[in-house]
């Protein structure tokens, strides 16, 4: 397996906001992180890139394996090498992964020379070969030109060509979309399916949303309040989902000839990491909760469902 994440959980400072996440992906499979805003998956991201430490956090249990190898116990500088080589990064803001005061080109090549060793030379070519693969016109133009002259789905692409710039077997998206317009957004998200099927990369995406979900991953793993909820293959999942907080984020994607007030929403709010309630976290906002869901933890049941009162799988 390409990445095992087994029972993490991260602590930052005297509070954990990560606990007992675990999934896993192969080659050529995309992983669907989802969960409402709060529910640990950029933290998830920054422990499967080694980046912890730099918001002051720390695996505090469990694992995060790429290849057999537990990243938690790398050194710092083995980490540096391993991201960016075989780890591919794109931040949910490209304005703040771009450099204001340097060219696109220079930002893109320094990866392939650090990584890969090329010359400047080379590092040139492969940079316009990949910008040219994200379809970005006049590749040489843009490489001369500064972030701020670029459109946010241009500076996106940037940030996936770095990511990429060194041939890694890992990409981590987190909210790639972010602030694109929708045709924007579809045109990403396409690109970086087509490049985990084509190269037989692992991408872990991580969303809100689930109409993207549905349409390229392969996998799903449901976080809520720092905890997973459920992790299984798509198809099944949104044709039966098991877990409540699962049922209520599939009531929130619009279908076409959907009837007038059929959408809902989820009551309450995913819980501050300083309030988290007892027992099951997603239970004061659960229809399905019993009394027993307020004090106790559910098991994660063959390593993908925690619940008490999970929803019925259909017969036949």
């Known amino acids: 397996m390409l990445l095992e994440v087994e029972n993490l959980s991260v602590t930052i400072g005297r509070v954990t906001p990560l606990d007992g996440v675990s999934f896993g992906l192969d080659r050529g499979q995309i992983l669907g992180l989802v969960g409402e805003s709060g529910s640990g998956k950029s933290l998830t991201a920054l422990a499967v890139t080694g980046l912890l430490p ?12 790429f290849q057999g190898k537990d990243l938690a116990g790398m050194k710092p500088a083995a980490l540096r090498a391993l991201r960016g080589r075989r780890i591919g990064f794109v931040t ?22 650090l990584h890969l060793g090329l010359s400047a030379g080379a590092a040139r070519a492969r940079t316009l070969d990949l910008l040219t693969q994200l379809r970005i016109p006049e590749a040489a133009a843009v490489c001369e030109a500064y972030p701020h002259q670029l459109s946010g789905g ?21 909210e790639p979309t972010t602030a694109l317009d929708v045709t924007v957004q579809a045109q990403i998200i396409h690109i970086l399916a087509t490049l985990v099927r084509e190269r037989g990369l692992g991408l ?84 399905r909760a019993l009394p027993a869901c307020a004090t106790e933890v559910p098991a994660l049941t063959g390593g993908a469902l925690a619940c008490l009162n999970p929803l019925e799988m259909p017969h036949g």
Do not use: W
Request: aromatic letters at 4%; hydrophobic letters at 45%.
């Open 204 to 287: 872990v995406l991580i969303t809100h949303d689930m109409g993207v979900v549905a349409q390229v991953c392969d996998r799903v793993a449901v976080l809520y309040a720092g905890r997973l909820a459920e992790a299984r293959e798509v198809r099944g999942l949104f044709a039966a989902p098991r877990h409540p907080y699962t049922a209520a984020l599939i009531g929130c994607i619009p279908r076409e000839g959907m009837a007038p007030g059929a959408l809902t929403g989820i009551p309450g709010a995913v819980p501050s990491v300083t309030a988290y309630p007892p027992g099951c976290r997603f239970h004061p906002r659960c229809p």
């Open 54 to 65: 730099l918001i002051g956090g720390r695996v505090s249990g469990g694992a995060v394996r």
């Open 92 to 113: 949910q803001n490209p304005m703040t992964a771009l450099d204001p005061v340097q060219r696109i080109g220079a930002q893109v090549d320094v990866v392939s020379r």
């Open 154 to 174: 241009m500076k996106q692409r940037i940030v996936i060509a770095m990511a990429l710039a060194g041939e890694p077997e890992l990409i981590v998206a987190d």
